[in-house]
Every structure is written in structure tokens, then in C-alpha cells.
């Protein structure tokens, strides 16, 4: 896969030039995070696993039609296969952006209708959207009639008010007479009254059973899981009832776990053995970003779980935690850091 990094201007799809693919497989995906799925994040990312689905963090349709465009959905051709998840609710204005996300080469668009933050709710974003199943299914009509690209849902199972069975498939039913074929379920519902967004992420129990339910009674819709899923093990029980697994902490706080994605999913070899060959790889990347004037912490800080649990990852992060934010601080912070951990001679094995 090319490596070389890609400084989009308005309108180029790189896919343009070779890069068109296949809808992409969604049986392993990571989930999008604000602040966290970054494109530097997306980038170690797809060091270690050449088939995991990646998403961009949320961003919204305002902030693609009246801020800087091109900034936002800036993103390297290594990243793909790649989906962009967005956070509104006019149909006009998810219909331009779906546009936006096929002209900037992305292989999916994505609408948010699981955020809880009392932000989003009041811009009617996110998870209150799931009390309102027309409006998302007005949406995604507006979408798909606006693009190419695979057009799919991110919900909860419900939120405050609306947390029933039934509730829940009225909205998958309405959501899918709108042509929306894939549906990403956190399988809690979202608390939007009194929890904050991390309370939402772990005090609503989690109904795994409801996700499989769903699968079982609308077997021509493709349900992919998520919510709480750490090893391979869960994921493998949760393939048995569902199409796919999205990651998202875990992923993130322990990305060398990507590394075994590739043969225990997809049967395709892992494009590294060590955590140390997968930061080299990232090296030339990191260098052209601090050439473009990115500051070396905005990269840094999404290294920091690759030593996870190894001897010298805690002197690996604390020497990047001390040096990566100070003024100049350049490639040799992470050259140096990489010294303090023991590099092994056989292949590492990745398992989550």
C-alpha cells in the first residue's frame, strides 16, 4: 500500500487515480472518537491492520458547510478503507456533505445518532435523533440520493422515554424504508437527562441480546455490534449472531491489539511483527506532518498505548509525556523514546 502522504486540495479524490475499492468489509471496524480518531490516530492504525474499517471522529454538517472544508476531511490515502461519520439532522445539509465525503475519496458516510452530549442535543444531533425516526430516515433518503457511497446508521438501542423493543424497531423498520442497509448498535441505551457522556459509556447496562435480536428479525439488514467489546474472544461469540464488531477504547488504548486483526478476522497476514516496526513505519509520516507545521504532541499522544504492558512502555510514555510539547521538539523524541523499550527478536504476537 502506498505510504506517502497526501495533501488533499478541494475536490481530489485520490481513489480517482487507482485508489476505488470494493464497499468495504465492516466484520472488524473502530468505532469513531472525538478527539481520539484523528487522522494521526487512523494512520497508526493502519500500520498495524490493513483491513480494519477506520472512521473519522464525528464532525458536523455545520462545521463542513460554513468552516474550513478541506482542513477537516484533510485525510492519507494510506487510511482507506475509510468512513467519515457526520453529526446532523437537516436533509439538505446531509445531503451536501454526503457529496463532500464522495468527492474527498472517503468509502463510506456515516450519521451519528448515538451521541448523548447535552451539545449535540440542542443542535439536534445525535442520540435524541432516535426519538425522532422520520427525521433520520429523511435524512438518509437525502443521502443516499446524493451519493454513491454505502450510507449507514450509528444508534443506540434506545434513550430515555423511548428504550422499548418495539421503539427500537420502529426505528430500524423507518430508518430502512429509507434504503439504509447497515446499522451500527451500541447496545445501551443513551441516559440524555442526568449522565454525563462517560457515564453513557458505562452505566446503561449493555443488551448484547437485543443486537442479536435485531440480526434474527431483519436478516436482509446488516447489524454490526459494539459497546464494551475488549478481546477476540468476545468478538468471535458476537460474529456468530451479527455481521460485524466495532472497537472503541480498547482499540484505542491498546492499538498493537490491531495487529492481530488481519489474520484472526480476515485471514490475511499482519503487515508487521513488532510494535517497533509499525513507529518506524509511522516515522516518515510524523516527519512530513512536522514539516506541514503539525505540533509533534497532536501525534505523540495517540503512541502512547502501543508499549502497553511491555518492559520499558512506562519510560516510553513518560519520556514523550516530557518532551513532545516543548517548543522545537521534533522526530527525536520519538526516536529517543523508542530506545527505552526492548525491541524482541521474534515476531510478537497481538491478541486481544
Not at 434513550?159 to 418495539?166: A, L, Q, T
Not at 509499525?278 to 506532518?289: C, D, K, T, V
Amino acid at each position: 500500500m502506498n505510504q506517502s502522504t497526501v495533501s488533499k486540495q478541494p475536490g481530489e479524490n485520490p481513489k480517482a487515480t487507482g485508489h476505488a475499492r470494493a464497499h468495504p468489509s465492516r466484520r472488524f471496524c473502530v468505532a469513531p472518537m472525538m478527539d481520539w480518531t484523528t487522522s494521526h490516530y487512523r494512520y497508526l492504525a493502519r500500520q498495524l491492520s490493513r483491513q480494519t474499517l477506520l472512521y473519522t471522529e464525528m464532525i458536523t454538517t455545520g462545521a463542513l458547510i460554513y468552516g474550513d472544508t478541506t482542513r477537516f476531511l484533510r485525510h492519507d490515502e494510506a487510511e482507506y478503507p475509510l468512513a467519515l461519520q457526520l453529526g446532523g439532522s437537516d436533509a439538505g445539509e446531509l445531503a451536501h456533505c454526503a457529496r463532500l465525503a464522495q468527492q474527498y475519496g472517503f468509502d463510506e458516510v456515516n450519521l451519528n445518532v448515538g451521541c448523548p452530549s447535552d451539545r449535540v442535543q440542542n443542535n439536534m444531533i445525535g442520540a435524541c435523533l432516535m426519538g425522532h425516526p422520520d427525521k433520520v430516515a429523511d435524512g438518509v433518503r437525502a443521502m443516499i440520493e446524493a451519493t454513491d457511497l454505502p450510507v449507514t446508521v450509528k444508534h443506540r438501542i434506545g434513550i430515555d422515554g423511548r428504550e422499548s423493543w418495539d421503539d427500537l424497531c420502529e426505528f430500524v423498520e423507518k430508518v430502512s424504508e429509507a434504503g439504509c442497509r447497515t446499522f451500527i448498535v451500541h447496545a445501551r441505551i443513551a441516559i440524555l437527562e442526568g449522565l454525563s457522556p462517560k457515564e453513557n459509556r458505562e452505566v446503561p447496562p449493555l443488551k448484547y441480546d437485543w443486537v442479536y435480536r435485531l440480526k434474527a428479525k431483519y436478516p436482509h439488514l446488516e447489524i454490526i455490534i459494539n459497546g464494551g467489546i475488549k478481546t477476540f474472544e468476545e468478538c468471535h461469540e458476537h460474529l456468530r449472531h451479527t455481521d460485524g464488531v466495532m472497537l472503541g477504547r480498547e482499540a484505542y488504548h491498546n492499538p498493537w491489539l490491531l495487529a492481530g486483526v488481519d489474520p484472526e478476522f480476515f485471514g490475511h497476514a499482519a503487515p508487521v511483527e513488532t510494535r517497533h516496526q509499525a513507529l518506524r513505519a509511522m516515522l516518515p509520516f510524523i516527519r512530513s506532518e512536522l514539516e506541514r507545521g503539525v505540533f509533534l504532541t497532536h501525534m505523540s499522544r495517540h503512541l502512547l498505548g502501543l508499549f502497553h504492558g511491555q518492559p520499558g512502555g512506562r519510560q516510553f510514555r513518560r519520556y514523550i509525556s516530557e518532551n513532545a510539547h516543548k517548543s522545537g521538539a521534533g522526530l527525536e523524541v520519538i526516536e529517543t523514546a523508542l530506545e527505552k523499550v526492548h525491541e524482541p527478536a521474534a515476531p510478537e504476537i497481538a491478541e486481544a
